[in-house]
């Protein structure tokens, strides 16, 4: 079945970096774009960055451009999220996404980020 599986959430101080990792498994990882989305408290989970399945593009949520990037290593079946200049906003739960060719969503459990001084 698939599995995707978030790692390398934690606490760090605004100005600081974080790398998410998602490791992906019961489906055909490269063949598909793969999405990064956040759920701040209180707010609607929103869509951070989409990589294409070879990774040759990207797209970015304007109140992240310039300082996250979305990879893949297809070799790993795993998606990163690099975080630079990370801010108090930035705090929430992250996910990875899938969407199947049958449009199911499916999705990770999610890795906490918190930024704060």
């Known amino acids: 079945q698939v599995q995707l599986v978030e790692s390398g959430g934690g606490s760090v101080q605004p100005g600081g970096s974080l790398r998410l990792s998602c490791a992906a498994s019961?489906?055909?990882?490269?063949?598909?774009?793969m999405n990064w989305y956040r759920q701040a408290p209180g707010k609607e989970r929103e869509l951070v960055a989409v990589?294409?399945?070879?990774?040759?593009?990207?797209n970015y949520a304007d109140s992240v451009k310039g300082r996250f990037t979305i990879f893949r290593d297809n070799t790993k079946n795993t998606v990163y999220l690099q975080m630079n200049s990370l801010k108090p906003e930035d705090t929430a739960v992250y996910y990875c996404n899938w969407v199947s060719n049958t449009r199911q969503g499916y999705w990770g459990q999610g890795t906490q980020v918190t930024v704060s001084s």
């Open positions: 019961g489906f055909r990882f490269s063949r598909d774009a």
């Open positions: 990589i294409s399945s070879a990774g040759t593009s990207t």
